[in-house]
Each structure stands twice: as C-alpha cells, then as structure tokens.
C-alpha cells in the first residue's frame, strides 16, 4: 500500500479512536498497525476467514489487539469508542443496515469514522472487479448515515488529485490500479502536495468521502 496516503488517511480517524476502537473490515491491519500507536486496544474484525487468520498471526505478539469475526449488517452490540470502517460500505447492499451496527458497536457518544470512494461517474472497471455496488456523494452519504440515526459532526471530501488520476487510469485507459511507476509517482509526490493543499482548503471533489459521526448520547 501506498505509504504516504495511508499516513494521510491514517490521521483522519486518530483524534475520535478514543480508549477502544474496533476496526470493521481490517483487511490485513496496515491501518490499525498505525492506530494502534493512538489507542490502548483494539478490536479488528472481518469477514473473510483468511484474512482473519492473516490478522491473529501478524498480531499475535500484542496483548492489546482482538481479532473476531463480524458480517455486516449484523445484530451485534458492544461499547467501542469508536468504529472505523475506511472503503468497505460501498461493498455491501445495505449499507444504512451496516451503519447501524456500527452503530451499536459503539457506546453513546462514540464516534463512527467512515471513508468510502466518491463520485459515481468513476465507477469503472477497477470498481466491478473488486466488488463495489456504489461510490457516494457528500449528499448521499449524508442521507445513509442520517437513515441510521448517526449524528454528523464532519463530512468532506479527500484526495481531489487523485480522483483525477483515477478516472483517468481506471475509466478512460481501462487499467486495473497495481504496483508500478504510477503508484510511486502518486505517493511521492501527489499525494503529499494534494494533503498540504487540502489543508488549507477543502475540495469541492476527491476521490474518497470522509465522514466523521457520533452515536446520539
């Protein structure tokens, strides 16, 4: 993974992870081996049987991390400070129902920390073949988390180049995104001039949606 967009996005969830966070969707736990150096514990869940065994044996040294299955939506319940989900809504159906137990996974005043693509005009091919039923909008994201009762306390968009970038790879040449000089390019150089500008000034696009929310007290 690119290292300097996961700093970048890293930094987006670690003010709101709180005493014991819980990662929905870890994958193979590249961010949460970054929050962790923010959070006392955590829980790291996914759906995948791989994966979750991939996850128990990169962190099987710390004390402080629970690995444990969860699909979504689900009729789970627990009292996290907070859940992070980053690209894993736009995989499932029922998204308003995977919000909602996030939701309960949370205590009352936790937060819910979500990062989903954006746009739906660069759904393309790199979209269907990882499994995506949708990108959003600020508008429609809003609405999902609203629909779960979630209270919103942020809601931009992130990574405005590289939305460009990707359209143009993915949707006009057709590629598949992967290792290489493209990828390099991105995260040496776009990616940190495109944090810096975005800094100062919130785009009215991006690649990703970044939303910050909070169960109601």
Not at 86 to 114: F, K, Q, S
Not at 118 to 147: K, S
């Amino acid at each position: 993974m690119a290292k300097n967009h996961r700093k970048w996005f890293v930094a987006f969830a670690t003010p709101y992870l709180g005493d014991h966070p819980i990662e929905v969707s870890a994958g193979l736990g590249d961010y949460a081996a970054e929050w962790l150096e923010h959070a006392p514990r955590m829980t790291l869940t996914e759906a995948d049987p791989g994966r979750i065994l991939a996850l128990k044996e990169r962190f099987a040294a710390n004390r402080d991390v629970t690995v444990r299955e969860l699909m979504l939506p689900s009729d789970d319940a627990a009292d996290h400070s907070a859940a992070v989900s980053y690209n894993v809504l736009e995989h499932i159906e029922d998204d308003i129902g995977a919000l909602r137990t996030m939701r309960a996974m949370v205590r009352p005043g936790g937060y819910v920390v979500i990062v989903v693509p954006a746009f739906p005009f660069a759904m393309g091919p790199a979209d269907i073949a990882t499994g995506h039923v949708r990108r959003y909008t600020r508008r429609t994201m809003r609405a999902a988390l609203l629909a779960a009762d979630l209270r919103i306390e942020r809601l931009h968009y992130a990574n405005s180049l590289g939305l460009i970038g990707y359209y143009v790879s993915t949707c006009l040449l057709r590629q598949l995104p992967g290792p290489g000089p493209m990828v390099k390019f991105y995260d040496t150089t776009v990616a940190p001039v495109t944090r810096l500008m975005e800094r100062v000034v919130r785009p009215p696009f991006g690649q990703s949606v970044v939303a910050i929310a909070r169960r109601p007290d």
